[in-house]
């Protein structure tokens, strides 16, 4: 596969407490490595929790709060799962802002797992294709979307996996995206 260079892509990683540790460190990385810049962007400042399934792992550093953070500065998002983080998340007004934000203009979100459910909150999932963990399908069907149970799911400018295990095909493809959307933004 032929390196992705991202250089100079600017990432925002919308998250809060209870996040799944490898669902951000492992997509991070990944975007880190091709040269993107990333932010984690959380409702408070400090640190964020993160998970490995049940149990307390790492804590992250917080680059930008929300009420500070422009999603005109950033040229896509990474939403990674965990049902605390999530379900935290998707009832924070100035991130389903963000996200309304980036779909409004079209930019790339990379979703997984548990994260689609600040989509459903922020009113985006009609008619969209997405992938997720399984527990949330019916949430999905619920606000109009088409959930399906595969590794990774592209619908347009979304990019969303099931869970962990996913993460290999999720980056690819992500990856993927993104680059597309650094090479749009430095044709436009």
């Known amino acids: 596969m032929a390196e992705t ?5 600017r990432v925002a990683i919308l998250v809060t407490n209870g996040f799944e540790e490898d ?10 490595d091709a040269g993107a810049q990333t932010s984690v962007v959380a409702p408070k400042s400090g640190q964020v929790q993160a998970m490995q399934h049940d149990e307390k792992s790492i804590k992250v550093d917080v680059d930008q709060t929300f009420d500070k953070a422009d999603p005109n500065d950033f040229d896509a ?6 049902a605390l983080n999530a379900d935290a998340l998707r ?6 802002e963000f996200v309304e934000a980036f779909d409004d203009a079209g930019k790339p ?13 922020a009113g985006l999932m009609r008619d969209r294709n997405i992938a997720s963990y399984y527990t949330i399908q019916d ?3 619920n606000a109009g979307g088409r959930w399906h149970d ?3 799911v592209r619908d347009a400018n979304w990019v969303s996996s099931r869970q962990p295990s996913d993460i290999p095909a999720f980056n690819k493809e992500m ?3 993104f680059s597309e959307r650094k090479t749009r933004g430095q044709s436009a």
Not at 5 to 9: D, E, P, R
Not at 23 to 32: G, Q, T
Not at 77 to 82: A, K, N, S, T, Y
């Open 5 to 9: 260079n991202l250089n100079g892509l």
């Open 23 to 32: 669902e951000l460190v492992k997509p991070r990385k990944a975007l880190d």
């Open 77 to 82: 998002v990474l939403l990674p799962g965990g």
């Open 91 to 96: 009832v924070v007004p100035k991130a389903q």
């Open 109 to 121: 979100i990379a979703v997984i797992c548990h994260a689609p459910w600040l989509l459903i909150s």
């Open 139 to 141: 949430d999905i069907r």
């Open 150 to 152: 595969e590794e990774v």
């Open 175 to 177: 990856l993927a995206l």
